[in-house]
């Protein structure tokens, strides 16, 4: 279970609570929302926004590394990297280094994993890298940062791809990350949403879900989901017919982790 807070406090309660229910949990480092309209072209601003990670990593190992060792399951990188505002190699690179800065600095310190979760999108009127130029960047940021875990998101909830191109990305991203360091895992942020006409967000039919975990499954290591805990748990918005169905839902995800 990852998230990301700008409170310390609330990293506090959940690493907390993890160990109270015998659970792993894996610490989201901060968020900014100038991510979606900076991205990588201003150093400076990416650069401290990085070294403010780092700071939480330092302040969470230093307060609760020794007592919380075996619950606290690695980091998470907020910032997600997509295929339309990195083609510049300039980009490309400086994100390998950011990269690199603070996953050598949390394997020193913790000894612990990062993760990071990209995102694609591939539709008619979107432009940007083919999954074959995706995975090549990928190959390039991680033949400089040892990063332990790529988290894919499918886009399929998001509505950023179909079911009919996926597999394409996963096979060629998970190639690409074999040849260039193959101790980096290739998992799968299956999007169990959907969006409603009103733009609103749902539980997407177990159907569609079904067809997703079908498709991702032989390439990746490890399935997640988002957002189980959140839309997906929601039953106050299901009606009363249906509940016990997503309750099952819930219970076979929870079995599958």
């Known amino acids: 279970f990852f998230f ?3 409170r310390r406090h609330t990293r506090c309660r959940e690493v907390s609570w993890a160990r109270r229910c015998v659970q792993e949990t894996g610490i989201g480092l901060n968020e900014n929302s100038d991510w979606w309209k900076t991205f990588a072209s201003n150093e400076t601003w990416l650069r401290q926004e990085f ?33 339309m505002f990195f083609e510049e190699q300039e980009h490309q690179q400086l994100m390998a280094a950011v990269y690199k800065d603070i996953v050598d ?21 979107r432009d940007g890298m083919n999954a074959v130029e995706y995975a090549k960047m990928w190959s390039n940021i991680i033949k400089i940062a040892a990063i332990d ?20 990305w ?15 895992e290739l998992w799968t942020d299956l ?22 975990i079908e498709l991702e499954r032989h390439y990746v290591k490890k399935i997640t989901s988002f ?10 918005h299901i009606s009363e017919p249906t ?8 219970v076979f995800c929870l079995k599958k982790k």
């Open 105 to 125: 600095f949390t394997h020193s310190l913790t000894g612990k994993p990062l993760m990071v979760a990209p995102y694609f999108v591939d539709m008619p009127d």
């Open 4 to 6: 990301s807070s700008r």
């Open 191 to 212: 999007e169990t949403f959907e969006i409603n006409p009103s733009g609103s967000f749902r539980p997407a039919p177990i159907s569609r879900v079904i067809k997703q």
């Open 170 to 184: 996963y096979y060629q991203l998970r190639a690409a990350l074999h040849q260039t360091r193959p101790t980096t």
């Open 51 to 83: 070294n403010i990670g780092k700071e939480i990593v330092q302040d969470m190992w230093s307060k609760y590394g020794k007592r919380y060792n075996k619950v606290i399951a690695g980091f998470y990188i907020a910032f997600e990297v997509d295929n």
């Open 243 to 250: 509940r016990p169905l997503y309750i099952s839902y819930a």
């Open 149 to 168: 875990v790529v988290t894919l998101q499918d886009g399929i909830g998001a509505g950023h791809t179909l079911l009919s191109v996926i597999e394409n």
């Open 227 to 236: 957002s189980f805990n959140h839309y997906d748990l929601s039953l106050i």
